[in-house]
Antibody, heavy 120, light 110 residues
Framework: EVQLVESGGGLVQPGRSLRLSCTAS????????MSWLRQAPGKGLEWVGF??????????EYAASVKGRFTISRDDSKSIAYLQMNSLKTEDTAVYYC???????????WGQGTLVTVSS | QSALTQPASVSGSPGQSITISCTGT?????????VSWYQQHPGKAPKLMIY???NRPSGVSNRFSGSKSGNTASLTISGLQAEDEADYYC??????????FGGGTKLTVL
């Protein structure tokens, strides 16, 4: 069974940094692209970015709203994807989800989410 | 990349059919068959209902179907049931190698 578990959320002050982790199990992690998405309180889903598998260069893509501030990385030996968030803003407050990509850039598997609150 | 356009809300009675539209551009929905639909109940993670415009993952009811015409994709739910009441989101791959979501549609089963 595919499982994704996010961790690392919490309360952080504006301008500070936070790193989220997504620990995967139940599949060959290194074979899949992994994505981060978020949902602000009472708002819709927003794609944050993804990292391709090593077979496709392990490269990353980001939404314009986080480009230059957020970095996605992966450790295939530990089956973990990371989201490094720098220069956090109050508008980054959201539940952050990780997902595994499958056919047609769809996400059949999601974690339970971790809440990040950016506030002074 | 602007968000895909969905109606804020739709409603229907049990047993009826409803359709939710998702309008993009020639840089996303119009050029790729990489449109997905997600169902989200309050406090829960999203659930994939349709991928690649019209394909259903294993375990998803055949009451859910997807289609696309030009820059607009659609999700149709037939035989509405109370448990279908949820928020629905479309997403599409884009020519910038990014993903974009719609703003979401709240489905109310009357």
């Amino acid at each position: 069974e595919v499982q994704l578990v996010e961790s690392g959320g919490g309360l952080v002050q504006p301008g500070r940094s936070l790193r989220l982790s997504c620990t995967a199990s139940g599949f060959t992690f290194g074979d899949y692209a992994m994505s981060w998405l978020r949902q602000a309180p009472g708002k819709g889903l927003e794609w944050v970015g993804f990292i391709r598998s090593k077979a496709y260069g392990g490269t990353t893509e980001y939404a314009a709203s986080v480009k230059g501030r957020f970095t996605i990385s992966r450790d295939d030996s530990k089956s973990i994807a990371y989201l490094q968030m720098n220069s956090l803003k109050t508008e980054d407050t959201a539940v952050y989800y990780c997902s595994r990509y499958s056919s047609g850039w769809s996400s059949p598997n999601w974690g339970q989410g971790t809440l990040v609150t950016v506030s002074s | 990349q602007s968000a895909l356009t969905q109606p804020a809300s739709v409603s229907g009675s049990p047993g009826q059919s409803i359709t939710i539209s998702c309008t993009g551009t020639s840089s996303d929905v119009g050029v790729y068959n990489y449109v997905s639909w997600y169902q989200q109940h309050p406090g829960k993670a999203p659930k994939l209902m349709i991928y690649e415009v019209s394909n259903r993952p294993s375990g998803v009811s055949n009451r859910f179907s997807g289609s696309k015409s030009g820059n607009t994709a659609s999700l149709t739910i037939s035989g509405l049931q109370a448990e279908d009441e949820a928020d629905y989101y479309c997403s599409s791959y884009t020519s910038s190698s990014t993903l974009v979501f719609g703003g979401g549609t709240k489905l109310t089963v009357l």
